[in-house]
C-alpha cells in the first residue's frame, strides 16, 4: 500500500511533479500532481485536497494490488466498480464514497461500451 505519513494527512505541499508529462498513457501516481495542482487551482480546500488525493492512493493500491492495468487510458468501468465494490465490502463511509465520484467521474477516462 502506498504510505502516508502516520498522522494520516495527505502532504499537499510534498507531491511532486512527475518529469514525465501526465496524460491518459501514465499511471494513476503520474497524474496524481497535475490532479493535485488541478484542485488547488479551482480552490478547493485543503480537506478536500486530502480526502480526494487518499482516494487516487486507494485506486492505485487496489488495481496494482488486484493486477489490474494502472495506466490511466487501460481503466475501464469494471475496473472502477471493483475497486467501488472492494470500499464497500470494506465498510466505506457514506461521505467517503460521496467523496468518489467527482474523483473517479472526472479524472478517468471514458469507459464502458460507448467509450471511444
Known sequence: MSSLPATGAFPIAQVPVPAAKSTAASDVLTNLASFT???????KSPATITTYGKAVLQLADFLAA???????ASIRREHVEAFLIDLQDHHLTATFAA????ILGDRLPAVGPDAP
Not at 495542482?37 to 480552490?43: K, T
Not at 467523496?99 to 467527482?102: F, G, K, M, T, Y
Open 37 to 43: 495542482r488541478h484542485l488547488r487551482a479551482e480552490n
Open 66 to 72: 488486484a493486477g489490474t492495468p494502472t495506466l490511466v
Open 99 to 102: 467523496s468518489l465520484a467527482p
